[in-house]
């Protein structure tokens, strides 16, 4: 644990990571990247130029130095990051490069106020916070399913909604022995995808939701395609464009804390309640599927938002699992209609509820806004965005 005098001295410069966090990240990340630019093949180039990743970065580096004395307040946040860093096989000597660019970033922001007792107490911390992410993942690590990224190969392509596709995949690499019968899925987590894209100079990896817990036909994920607002998505494209029935693709094992809570899978009094936007329904959809199998007594509010019925993703699925459960309401919002998900539908949610939500950033925000304000315990709101998770919440 970092000395009183360290905590005193990183606690002091709170009010200066508020103010001037961003730009921090900003300049490490320019300059990590100019000296190791073999690590763009590990950082998502989208939420680099969206400014996520240095907003994400921003609010854990200040939520460290509030909570530098008693960092055990943050394993939550940690654990979330942990499992991103497993999925994209960071490891441990990974870090003290991060290390020297974050205290140069501060450093170089900070500038003749960058003294060395300031300095050598960042250090010090960012020891200690470097310690708990490795001490974590470390554990990640040796409960993996498998090593590294493995090969498998596409059993099927499904073009579900407008935009969305389910591949199917099952292991091809007999080194990795990998077994899928043998697998336990977790419903809500993510696999990561390495691809190797024509039209980028960098391989580029991505997390896509598993829309299945069930391994009876393989691994199941989804991937939107992504044209919004002028941009590409390097990935989701090469996934949609190139990558077809019989050719193999490489993944990384399972990741991912957002599940649904273990307590109340078996009880028939609180409800569950899925709400989802876009591609969002993906993770939602292996939650409805592993809810109705343990217990189909268990209420169940299910809301979809999407463009339009061109763009409903799964509907055929979701109404077959839908009709398994014993009580259920169905709520479909279709933009385009003028039918909207906001918070004046959040507003009739029985209380307590327990309550999961994914799907684009600016969804989640309207939505953990919503549900916060109506007094929704933070406990019982669980969520996963389509991007850094520490990018929505605050310190």
Known sequence: MASPCTIEIVKSTVPFLEEHGNQITKIFYQNMFAEHPELLDIFNETNQKLGRQQSALASTVLAAAKHLDKLEALLPEVTQIAHKHR???IHPEHYPIVGKHILGAIKEVLGD???????????????????????VEKGMYDAAMWDGFASFKVVAKEITGADVAAFTVVPVDANQAIDLSKLTLTAGQYVTVKTDPEDTAH??????????N??????QFAVRRDNRNGHEGVVSNHMHDQVEVGDTILLSAPAGDFMLEPKLVNQTEIPLVLISAGV???????MLEAQVKANPERPIIWAYACQNADHHAFADRTD??????????????????GTLLDENWLKGLPMPADVYVCGSMAFMDSMIDGLIALDHGIDSVHYEPFGPKMSLKTA
């Open 87 to 89: 999925a994209l096989q």
């Open 113 to 135: 106020a960058a003294n060395d007792d300031i300095i050598d107490a960042w250090a010090e911390a960012y020891g200690d916070i470097a310690g708990v992410f490795i001490h």
């Open 203 to 212: 391989l580029a990896l991505r997390h896509y939701s598993l829309c299945s």
């Open 214 to 219: 069930s391994t009876d036909k393989g691994i």
């Open 280 to 286: 969002g329904v993906t993770p939602m959809l292996a």
């Open 320 to 337: 077959a699992l839908l009709a398994q459960a014993e009580q259920v309401q169905k709520h479909f919002f279709y933009f385009e209609d």
